[in-house]
Each structure stands twice: as structure tokens, then as C-alpha cells.
């Protein structure tokens, strides 16, 4: 890796390892399906990441920057879609793990929550803002952020998978999937408002 990527890469791992609206919810869905149910929703969702990089770079960004009204409808979207997903959460509160482990977010849900992930976007638009120069084309800082984004994603989901020996009984997983979705609102919102 050169010099000019260190930084970048540094900054990859601080924004995919560091809570928001995606890690939470593959802590849950590591929780309640397991690591190998959760690869695919990984690889989606860190690919859809490294994409919006990718297009911010070749101009979205610049678009989006040229039309707040845009930016605005797509954090309200995002944030009403992830207040969705956290009360389907809040709702599988009540339901043992094993019972709910027939939910689960899919792949294409994943890369999809990323169209409409605030942080994601936030992110991408810092990424070229600091980041890009004629030394660094866009489309390394798209992959270098795909090689981080792989292991920390998989880091929640491991997180998920080591809760469930505490998640046994229905007062636990009702206590879980509660702070989940609580985090969930919280970090979303945040995003939106802050």
C-alpha cells in the first residue's frame, strides 16, 4: 500500500468498524442466523459501500453537493426506512432467538440499505473530498475500502454470533433485539438531524 493510502485506510477502518445503522443490524442478523448465513449480506453490503465510493468519485457526489433538496429526501428516505427495520426489530423482541432465526436481512436488502445509509453517504463524500487526488485514482480508494469495510462488517457479525450464549432465554433476546433497534433509531436519527 503506498504512503498517500495509509491515512485513507485508516480512515476506511474507522468508518466501517464504529457503530451505525449496518453494523447493528448484522450484529442481530450474526446473532440470530450465524456467520455463514451472514457472508452474503457482508459482501452486499460492504460492496454497495465501496460503490457509492466509487460513484461519488466519478461525479455523484458533485450532483448531489449541486442539489440539497436530493440529499434531504435521500437521508428522510433512509431514515424512515431504517426506523422501519428497527421496530421489525423491536417487534422480533419477544421472540427467542431460534424462533426469529427464520427472519433474517437478505444480501439484496443489505447493498440496498446502502442506497439509503446516511453514514455510507456522509462517508463517501468525505472519502473524495480528503482523499482523492490524481496519485490516488477513485476507483483504489473504492477497493481499498471494500478490503477494510470485508473484515470489520465481519467483525459484527462474529459479535453476533458470540451473543447468542447469553441469548438463550426469551428475557434476553427480548432485552437484545430492544437495545438493537433502540441503537438502531438513535444512530439513524442522529445521522439525519445531527
Known amino acids: 500500500m503506498s504512503s498517500s493510502l495509509l491515512p485513507f485506510a485508516l480512515f476506511a477502518l474507522v468508518a466501517s468498524i464504529s457503530p451505525g445503522p449496518t453494523n447493528l443490524l448484522i450484529l442481530a442478523h450474526g446473532a440470530h442466523n ?9 459482501l452486499a453490503a460492504c460492496s454497495a459501500a465501496a460503490g457509492i465510493v466509487w460513484l461519488v468519485g466519478l461525479g455523484l457526489g458533485d450532483l448531489l453537493l449541486r442539489h440539497p433538496l436530493a440529499q434531504q429526501a435521500m437521508g428522510w428516505a433512509g ?8 421496530w421489525r426489530l423491536f417487534k422480533a423482541a419477544g421472540e427467542p432467538v431460534s424462533a ?25 463524500v468525505a472519502v473524495i473530498g ?9 476507483w483504489q480508494l473504492a477497493l481499498v475500502f471494500l478490503l477494510i ?10 459479535l453476533g454470533v458470540g451473543s447468542t450464549r447469553w441469548l438463550g432465554t426469551g428475557s434476553a433476546s ?6 438493537l433497534a433502540a441503537l438502531l433509531m438513535v444512530s439513524t436519527w442522529w445521522a439525519v438531524l445531527g
Open 130 to 138: 480528503v482523499f482523492a487526488t490524481p496519485r490516488t485514482p477513485v
Open 100 to 124: 426469529s432465526a427464520q427472519r433474517h436481512l437478505s444480501a439484496a436488502s443489505a447493498a440496498a440499505l446502502q442506497l439509503v445509509n446516511p453514514k455510507v453517504w456522509l462517508m463517501a
Open 34 to 42: 450465524g456467520l455463514r448465513a451472514s457472508v452474503l449480506q457482508i
Open 174 to 179: 427480548r432485552r437484545f433485539n430492544q437495545l
Open 79 to 86: 431514515a424512515l426506512w431504517l426506523s422501519l427495520l428497527a
Open 149 to 158: 469495510a470485508l473484515p470489520c462488517l465481519g467483525a459484527w457479525a462474529l
